[in-house]
């Protein structure tokens, strides 16, 4: 008990000095990354952010955030293949010529395979979101393991393609996950800036919300299992585009930062 009461106080005296630190100008707060509150009043995060590891951080294979200094945003959709939506948001996007990345489910791309092929067909990035979107935080290594390589070899059985990404369901990781990935050659993609689509927000909401929340290097989290979001995402595209800001697959955007993927040994 007196070792619980010993860290928490430490977090508190951190915070403190952080908070201090914010007041005093010398650490920015940046609204339009979404970063967790314990990681935020940890000294540690802004030693990071200082030296730009919360872009990517070749240790751990982790991509926090784009370069702030190029006008681009990754456009990230997770979930699915959906047979609803993802088709229509897919072929909206192709037609406003949008780069994107669709992180998917292996076992809903395994039940509708022809929906993936659509999608990727179409020149979008298919990435990894686990076999069965299970929390991989929970997990043991070997199972995190499995959660990633049975999830790689539907999309490839339907795509024909691997994948070299990983969007962690719940965007849950601690460092088992991330050590698991990056043995299995996994980058593991974040994210900076979301609308809570998934709980069926209304679309006039999830648009100002990314519009609010967007900057150079952001990373947008959205889903294609809702139909608010199809109809969200003309007013996103136009709003950022007149922001002058590009789109850019993951791939691109880990590229822009010079970073070196993580590879299999």
């Not at 919300?209 to 150079?216: C, K, N, P, Q, V």
């Not at 007013?235 to 955007?253: E, P």
Request: charged share 25%.
């Amino acid at each position: 008990m007196s070792d619980i009461l010993t860290r928490n106080r430490m977090r508190i005296v951190a915070g403190a000095a952080v908070l201090a630190l914010v007041g005093a100008g010398l650490v920015q707060w940046n609204r339009h990354r979404a970063v967790p509150i314990e990681r935020a009043l940890n000294p540690a995060y802004w030693v990071r952010h200082a030296r730009g590891l919360d872009r990517y951080d070749p240790q751990t294979g982790l991509l926090e955030h784009g370069d702030p200094n190029l006008p681009e945003v990754a456009l990230t959709i997770d979930d699915g293949p959906d047979p609803r939506y993802g088709p229509q948001i897919a072929q909206m996007l192709h037609d406003k010529g949008v780069a994107a990345t669709f992180f998917v489910v292996g076992v809903r791309v395994k039940q509708y395979p022809e929906v993936v092929k659509q999608i990727d067909g179409l020149g979008f990035e298919i990435e990894n979101h686990t076999y069965d979107h299970q929390r991989l935080d929970k997990l043991k290594p070997h199972e995190i393991a499995n959660e990633i390589r049975f999830c790689a070899a539907n999309i490839e059985k339907a795509t024909g393609k691997k994948t070299t990404l990983l969007r962690p369901p719940g965007v849950q990781y601690n460092d088992q996950v991330l050590a698991t990935a990056k043995s299995l050659g996994y980058a593991t993609i974040s994210w900076t800036c979301g609308a809570r689509d998934y709980d069926q927000q209304p679309a006039s909401y999830i648009a100002q919300r990314i519009l609010d929340r967007s900057e150079a290097g952001s990373i947008i989290i959205l889903h294609q299992d809702t139909p608010s979001t199809l109809t969200a995402l003309p007013a996103i595209i136009d709003g950022l585009r007149s922001r002058g800001y590009r789109f850019v697959t993951v791939s691109q955007m880990l590229d822009h930062l010079h970073a070196r993927r993580p590879k299999s040994e």
